[in-house]
């Protein structure tokens, strides 16, 4: 199974580059899971509480879900609860057996427990109830030996884990289950399952357990639901201590006296846990999460995170001063490992880990008495079915240069800076020809300054052993007896395909009107010293003359006849095709020695440059190795093809697709070396915006993206001029089918998706807040068609009173004034409105903009007094200071902030008016990205536009920032900090002042904010 096909059904691996290693906390989400959810919002109704169509159908979509979640598990569907999560799950266990436990009673737990499965049982210690806590024997399970000896006639509960949160150890929960119930049959045995549901087959009959508790977000599913399995012979002895809706036949009043009793007649079995309009959407999205990881299966899974484990346990033990708690084996462990430093605290290493985006968790893990027990906190990586062998490799290779700087090792000045030079990167998903195209017109943001190169058609050279000759990989250019290399090497159908393609998509672009050329790539290394040094070589030929043979076979007279046709085909001809060489016409490809030979050469004649960034080291047996050190991962697997005993690919592959790229594209002005061959400083392509796409072998498809990245921060160094927009489309062995089923692409470009650009002068900050707002953020019109069509289903007309408390620079409020529009705005910054101010004067409109802050709104205007009021653009987090200021967050003081400014606005509103209000995600992942470049003509200076942001939730910090940077690497922009508000948070704000109906609204363009509704 494909890692990277994987990783591709997730939303947070396509659009960002993160290593994620924090599934023991939560995982992401697949996309079947969010559409899944989505679809239940879009049409919502209360299930089992309405007769029409709505309520029915989520109703038994509800049931559908229940029965698919239970039968995950082996339980019956009348044996699940839905609740919260997985310490909302115990909770509520514990509540419903409350009345069975008493003075002295006795409940077991372990040493190696979440906080979740011991602090409920407090309840029941405030009862008289006793805790008994066992050891770990020396795999560092629960010791079963000690568990017997501690039961006693006292004994009520035995409570433990499946799988430890902090060392991943499986007890061996069956063999206590069985146990317990031909012993001890009346003992509830209660489980912690929220480790072990997405890592090994749970089944609850099996294991003997009463009670099974887990949750829904670390399983792939969404936040907000848990799942608590009772076996439903426990049902007669609980109480129905979450009762409410949906939880009765009949309630009535019985008259007696002064006083009324309550009759209750509860329905049967657990439901009457369940009070309440459920979580449906996030229900249905847990089911769909079920049948993801069913999709997998637990067989591939439990292997692959025993083989990720095992690297990771082995790179570790290879580090200084690094110490593994718990077991090195990865038998019974799954998903994780626990480490720490011995002399660096675990958070120094977290959060640098952090900076490099890694996710790793760090500290308590929620288990303090194991924590106490083992001595040290930790660091704790967790594995998720996404992670692959790169994921662990860019951690250790992290952590090893971690260990290095700290030691003072790090002696060549170059190498941190070219490690840290930004790049991007993407997962894009496509099953055909079409959507392939419609990636790369994506790419292309200014048509007459860009060039688009397209590699197609690479073919290997293929040794024969019986003639002395080196082939091209091309089926209808070798004799029919080698064949069967070509299928060896994944390689039959690859070459004709992949130039067919090619010359489709670069014929259908060049219709459009694009700059696009072929280039193509010969491997003419794979195989070659194995011929040269067999028993064939009769005539002692070189590694040249194969070289030689192989090109003089390829051109005839310049490429092969079929591939001619194929040009014809398309309406294309052989200066559609770039020459790789700088004086021989006659060479219309690239070969993989040349590039390489070339690198290697560049490399050498800039020795004290790169010495300890990047190494030729010779090895005993005549060959080279090759350390890339300023790579997120260099561990490339090297190709290995048996039938010649060969080798090919891996980090000589990364640097031949670099020198490739360098050799199309160049090098930016800023870069410089010492020596540059006459190929980079003289490219093929002299385009300002460059896009390389490589229809590559999927065999090859870490190494060629790895090789961008290389050139990227080798070559461009975030100084490149234009942009630089990589894709590599990689094909498996049967192209057309590979093709068909889906292949995942990787797209990796110096400046993300952005653009240049151009302006007369360096923008102020009002000025560069509207440049954004209106060129790189949002489509003007169509954001404003969306909002009138909005107002349109509340209501709202243009006689209708709309004030815009934060108008800014005008996005917006500009186009609903142009569209006559009865609005007022408002701000609290005169310097902000400018641009705005100047709009206004150039059309002519007359709006008088208040310039006030929101406490002070009600001198400006009567309450209820409008129909909507905006509060958009993430402002509203500055309600209690931060804005263009540095200020020391308070909690108490900025949540009173808030929700004074929330009473004005209510106030403000007329009845049955809404709120709009907005602000960032929760979800809102940190980042520091380069958007776009300014192109400044007053100076002939170029700045980039770098959007900040970063959520510290230890510390209640929310930054927001918009940064201009210098070619130089200075920084400047405004300090914006704000109390961390959280989206639970802001909708309790919203009820305590009095909104009644709050929603959170899903706009097509609004992708940066979380958008609320709020009717007064």
């Not at 159908?57 to 039968?71: F, Q, S, T, V, W």
């Not at 997998?296 to 593994?324: A, C, M, R, S, T």
């Not at 160049?666 to 796409?693: H, I, M, Q, T």
């Not at 000025?767 to 509340?794: G, P, Q, R, S, V």
Request: net charge positive; charged share 30%.
């Amino acid at each position: 199974m494909n890692q990277v096909d994987i990783k591709s059904k997730f939303e947070f691996f396509r659009k960002n580059n993160f290593v994620y290693l924090d599934n023991a906390a939560t995982t992401q989400v697949p996309d079947t899971v969010i559409n899944a959810v989505d679809q239940i919002l879009e049409y919502r109704g209360n299930p089992h509480r309405g007769a029409h169509v709505v309520a029915e159908k989520n109703g038994k979509a509800l049931g559908e879900a229940r029965e698919n979640i239970a039968r995950f598990v082996n339980a019956t569907s009348e044996e699940i609860v839905f609740t919260g999560n997985t310490t909302d799950s115990i909770n509520l266990a514990v509540d419903s057996i409350n009345h069975l436990i008493e003075k002295g009673d006795e409940i077991i737990l372990s040493y190696s427990e979440h906080h979740s499965n011991i602090l409920p049982f407090e309840k029941l210690v405030r009862k008289g109830a006793k805790i008994k806590a066992i050891n770990l024997n020396k795999e560092f399970k629960v010791d079963l030996k000690e568990l017997k000896e501690a039961i006693t006639k006292k004994t009520k509960i035995v409570a433990l884990n499946h799988i430890s949160n902090v060392l991943g150890v499986i007890n061996n929960i069956e063999e206590i289950g069985v146990y317990l119930k031909k012993n001890y049959p009346k003992i509830l045995f209660l489980i912690d399952g929220a480790q072990a549901i997405a890592h090994i087959p749970v089944d609850v009959k099996k294991i003997n357990c009463d009670i099974y508790a887990f949750s829904s977000h670390k399983m792939y599913g969404p936040c907000g639901v848990g799942v608590l399995y009772i076996n439903k012979k426990l049902f007669p002895s609980l109480k129905p201590v979450r009762a409410g809706g949906g939880t009765v036949k009949h309630v009535s009043f019985v008259k007696g006296g002064n006083f009324t009793e309550v009759v209750i007649d509860f329905k049967q079995g657990l439901i009457f846990l369940e009070g309440g309009t459920p979580n449906t959407s996030n229900i249905v999205g847990l089911s769909k999460a079920v049948g993801f990881i069913r999709s997998i299966g637990f067989d591939y899974i439990v292997q692959h995170e025993k083989e990720l484990i095992g690297k990771l346990i082995n790179g570790l033990g290879k580090l200084e001063g690094i110490k593994i708690f718990g077991p090195t084996s990865v038998e019974n462990k799954s998903g994780l490992v626990s480490f720490s430093f011995k002399d660096i605290p675990t958070k120094e290493v977290g959060e640098y880990l952090d900076k490099k985006n890694i996710c790793i968790r760090h500290g308590s893990h929620c288990a303090f008495p194991l924590i106490d027990y083992l001595g040290s906190e930790t660091l704790r990586a967790s594995i998720g079915v996404y992670n692959d062998e790169s994921d662990v490799d860019t951690l250790l290779q992290e952590l090893k240069f971690f260990i290095d700087k700290k030691k003072g090792r790090i002696v060549n000045k170059n190498l941190e800076p070219l490690r840290e030079n930004i790049y991007y990167r993407q997962l894009m998903a496509v099953n055909s020809r079409e959507q392939i195209l419609e990636k790369i017109r994506g790419m292309i943001s200014n048509s007459p300054d860009t060039e688009i190169v397209l590699m197609a058609g690479h073919f290997l050279g293929i040794p024969d052993m019986q003639e002395d000759k080196f082939w091209p990989g091309i089926k209808q250019m070798m004799p029919e007896r080698l064949h069967p290399l070509l299928d060896e090497f994944g390689m039959t159908s690859f070459p004709l395909f992949t130039w067919e393609l090619g010359c489709e998509i670069t014929s259908t672009l060049k219709k459009e009107g694009f700059n696009v050329r072929l280039s193509t790539i010969a491997n003419d290394t794979t195989g070659i010293n194995e011929i040269r040094l067999s028993p064939t070589n009769t005539k002692n030929r070189k590694a040249e003359d194969y070289e030689k043979q192989l090109i003089n076979e390829f051109k005839q007279p310049k490429i092969p006849k079929i591939y001619s046709e194929t040009l014809k085909k398309y309406l294309l001809n052989e200066e559609d095709i770039i020459e790789s060489s700088i004086d021989n016409k006659n060479e219309k490809f690239f070969n993989e020695k040349g590039l390489r030979g070339r690198f290697k050469e560049f490399i050498s004649k800039n020795k004290e440059y790169f010495d300890g960034v990047i190494n030729y080291v010779p090895l005993k047996d005549g060959s080279w190795d090759l350390s890339i050190n300023i790579l997120d991962n260099q561990e490339i697997k090297t190709c290995r093809f048996d039938t010649f005993g060969s080798k090919t690919g891996g980090k000589f592959c990364i640097v031949e697709v670099c020198e490739f790229i360098a050799e199309l594209f160049g090098k930016s002005k800023e870069v410089k070396f010492n020596y540059l061959s006459e190929r980079v400083l003289n490219p093929k392509s002299p385009a300002k915006n460059k896009v390389l796409v490589m229809l590559t072998p999927a065999m090859c498809d870490d190494a060629v993206s790895r090789g961008a990245e290389l050139y990227i921060k080798l070559m461009l160094q975030e100084k490149g001029e234009g942009s630089f927009k990589f894709l590599n489309v990689p094909l498996g062995p049967n192209s057309s089918k590979y093709l068909a089923t889906g292949a995942t692409l990787k797209y990796l470009s110096d400046k993300g998706l952005s653009e240049e650009i151009s302006v007369e002068k360096e923008p102020d900050f009002p000025e560069l807040w509207k440049l954004c707002e209106y060129k790189l953020l949002y489509n003007a019109e169509e954001y404003t068609d969306e909002i009138t069509e909005l107002f349109k289903n509340l209501g709202i007309n243009k006689k209708s009173k709309i004030l815009d408390t934060c108008v800014g620079p005008g996005f917006f409020s500009s186009e609903l004034l142009e569209r006559g529009y009865n609005l007022n705005t408002a701000d609290k910054s005169s310097i902000m409105v400018k641009p705005f101010i100047n709009f206004l004067k150039e059309k002519g409109i007359k709006n008088d903009v208040k310039i006030v802050d929101w406490l002070n709104l009600p001198k400006h205007f009567k309450k209820e007094s409008f129909d909507v009021l905006f509060n958009r653009g993430n402002t509203f987090i500055y309600a209690g200071g931060g804005w263009n200021e540095k200020i020391k967050i308070n909690e108490k003081t900025s949540i009173e902030s808030f929700k004074k400014t929330l009473q004005i606005y209510y106030n403000l509103l007329k009845k049955n008016g809404y709120l709009y209000i907005d602000k960032f995600k929760d979800s809102e992942v940190p980042s520091k990205k380069i958007v776009a470049r300014l192109n400044i003509k007053s100076n002939n200076t170029k700045k980039d536009i770098v959007f900040y942001v970063e959520r510290k939730q230890e510390e209640g910090i929310r930054y927001a920032q918009m940064l201009l940077r210098d070619m130089n690497g200075k920084e400047e922009g405004l300090p914006n900090m704000a109390y961390d508000l959280t989206e639970d948070k802001m909708e309790d704000l919203l009820k305590q002042v009095g909104f009644k109906e709050i929603k959170k609204i899903k706009l097509r363009n609004e992708k940066h904010f979380v958008v609320w509704l709020a009717k007064k």
